[in-house]
């Protein structure tokens, strides 16, 4: 196991290279769990086509709620989901650049976009069923 090398792109920040890898699973699990109602929003966008734009576009009309989330994810693409507080201090263009590498990175280990909706699908049903009082 020591020897896998996962695939990493790099995104400039003042001249320092900052290396994101995409998500897997567990990344997912924790992103999920706390962002369950802003992803739900996004994935009922993006099945009924409604979802448009660059990133950048999709982060502007959802800013407070799109903030949190998308630091989380560069948090745990740069395999430091602790840090989430000090990804949000990125520059907007450092975030979006980061964020299309992740979603990029993610989308060609997952097998594409619908197959990485069905995870978190999948990952938002089972915590609501974790979390809901059994009747």
């Known amino acids: 196991m020591e020897a896998l090398i996962f695939p990493t792109e790099t995104v400039d920040f003042n001249g320092q290279p900052i290396a994101v890898r995409g998500l897997c699973l567990p990344d997912i699990a924790l992103i999920v769990r ?5 992803l739900g929003e996004l994935y009922t966008k993006a099945i009924a086509g409604t979802l448009q734009g660059s990133v950048e576009e999709i982060a502007i009309s959802m800013v407070a709620d799109f903030v949190p989330l998308a630091s989380l994810v560069i948090a745990c693409g740069m395999d430091a ?3 989430a507080a000090i990804a949000a201090k990125l520059p907007l263009h450092v975030q979006a650049q980061a964020l ?3 979603f990029k990175l993610t989308l060609v280990g997952e097998g594409g976009l619908e197959k990485l909706m069905e995870i978190v ?3 938002m049903q ?6 809901s009082p059994k009747a």
Request: glycine fraction near 16%; hydrophobic fraction near 35%.
């Open 100 to 102: 299309e590498k992740i």
């Open 81 to 83: 989901p602790q840090h």
């Open 34 to 38: 706390g962002h369950r109602e802003v």
């Open 126 to 131: 089972g915590a609501v069923s974790l979390t």
């Open 121 to 123: 699908a999948g990952a």
